[in-house]
C-alpha cells in the first residue's frame, strides 16, 4: 500500500507568517492528495486537496503544490492566524495519513 | 460538504465487555468507508476498508476477529470492540466516500468515538 510521510512534526510560527508542511508518497499511481486540519478531540476537517493532473490549487490562505516527479506535495498557509494552530494531516487516496504535524501560531 | 455522523461520542465499558460504534453518512449513500484508530499525539492509522455488502479489508496487524466490522447498508458501518482490554482505549474514528467516484476524492469524517476501557 501507499506510504505517506511527513515533515516537519510539528511548527511553531509568529502570527502573520507563512507556514509550510511537506509530504512524501511511496505509491506513483496515487492520484488524489488531501489535506486535513483536526482540533482536538474532534475528526478530521479538509481544507484542501489536490488532483495529479493538476500542479497547485490556492483557496484564499491556503494553498497546495504537488510534483508528481518527485512524489511530494506541500501545504501553505499565509497569513497564518491564531486559530490556524491545529494538527495537520496529509493523505494519499486511499486513505493513508501522513503523521501529523502539529502546528502553533504565536499571536 | 456532505455529513457522516458518529455513535456514540464517547463510552466508557468495563474490561471483557463489547462495544459497538456507528457511522453513518447522513446526506449520501457511502460504497466505502474507512475505520481508524487514533493513540494520543499520534496519526489516524487505517484498520480497515469496508466496502458495502462485502467483506471488510483489515491492514495487516489488525484482527479481525477483535474487530467486528460490518457494512450492512449504503449509510451505516459498525465497528464492534470485542472483549475489549484496556489497551484498546483510544479515539475510533470513521470516513464515507460516496460511490461511483474512486479513489480519487474526497472522504468525509465522523466526528470520533473515544473508547476508554476501564
Known amino acids: 500500500g501507499e506510504n505517506v510521510e511527513q515533515h516537519p512534526s510539528t511548527l511553531s510560527v509568529q502570527e502573520g507568517d507563512s507556514a509550510v508542511i511537506k509530504c512524501t508518497y511511496s505509491?506513483?499511481?496515487?492520484?488524489?492528495f488531501p489535506w486535513y486540519k483536526q482540533e482536538l478531540g474532534k475528526g478530521p476537517q479538509l481544507i484542501i486537496d489536490?488532483?495529479?493532473?493538476?500542479g497547485e490549487k490556492k483557496d484564499q490562505r491556503i494553498a497546495v503544490t504537488l510534483n508528481k516527479t518527485a512524489k511530494h506535495f506541500s501545504l501553505h498557509i499565509t497569513e497564518t492566524q491564531p486559530e490556524d494552530s491545529a494538527v495537520y494531516f496529509c493523505?494519499?487516496?486511499?486513505?493513508?495519513f501522513g503523521a501529523g504535524t502539529r502546528l502553533t501560531v504565536k499571536p | 460538504g456532505a455529513v457522516v455522523s458518529q455513535h456514540p461520542s464517547w463510552v466508557i465499558c468495563k474490561s471483557g465487555t463489547s462495544v459497538k460504534i456507528e457511522c453513518r453518512s447522513l446526506d449520501f449513500q457511502a460504497t466505502t468507508m474507512f475505520w481508524y484508530r487514533q493513540f494520543p499525539k499520534q496519526s489516524l492509522m487505517l484498520m480497515a476498508t469496508?466496502?458495502?455488502?462485502?467483506?471488510?479489508?483489515?491492514e495487516q496487524g489488525v484482527e479481525k476477529d477483535k474487530f467486528l466490522i460490518n457494512h450492512a447498508s449504503l449509510t451505516l458501518s459498525t465497528l464492534t470492540v470485542t472483549s475489549a482490554h484496556p489497551e484498546d482505549s483510544s479515539f475510533y474514528i470513521c470516513s464515507a466516500r460516496p460511490p461511483a467516484t474512486g479513489s480519487g476524492t474526497e472522504a468525509f469524517f465522523g466526528q470520533g468515538t473515544r473508547l476508554t476501557v476501564v
Open positions: 469496508s466496502n458495502e455488502g462485502s467483506k471488510a479489508t483489515y
Open positions: 493523505a494519499a487516496n486511499d486513505m493513508r
Open positions: 489536490i488532483r495529479s493532473n493538476v
Open positions: 505509491d506513483s499511481a496515487s492520484n488524489y
